[in-house]
Nanobody, 118 residues
Framework: QVQLVESGRGLVQPGGSLRLSCAASRSIFSINSMAWYRQAPGKQRELVAGMYSGSRTNNADYVKGRFTISRDNAKNTVYLQMNNLKPEDTAVYYC????????????WGQGTQVTVSS
């Protein structure tokens, strides 16, 4: 089992920055991959950025150059640094983790609201 707790919700102006945190209930070394997803009202949930074994990362095209996913192993926490935010980034952001063993288990955080508006 993995519990994921997001924090860092907020209201920012266009062009502003915000950092989201996702604290895991167990060592992130034991988690195969972690990612951030988002879901805007009336839209499907979409991948924002992911971090995989070997610290490989990938970002969705619409956030490349603006968002960065990173990790702090000592704190069992993954971050999403969001810069140059746009109104279309407004969404609920979810932390996601996958643990693979004999079976694959996926876990979601409760979500945190990000609103970009002037």
């Amino acid at each position: 089992q993995v519990q994921l707790v997001e924090s860092g919700r907020g209201l920012v102006q266009p062009g502003g920055s915000l950092r989201l945190s996702c604290a895991a209930s167990r060592s992130i070394f034991s988690i195969n991959s972690m990612a951030w997803y988002r879901q805007a009202p009336g839209k499907q949930r979409e991948l924002v950025a992911g971090m995989y074994s070997g610290s490989r990362t990938n970002n969705a095209d619409y956030v490349k150059g603006r968002f960065t996913i990173s990790r702090d192993n000592a704190k069992n926490t993954v971050y999403l640094q969001m810069n140059n935010l746009k109104p279309e980034d407004t969404a609920v952001y979810y932390c996601y983790a996958v643990v693979t063993g004999i079976y694959e288990y996926a876990y979601w955080g409760q979500g945190t609201q990000v609103t970009v508006s002037s």
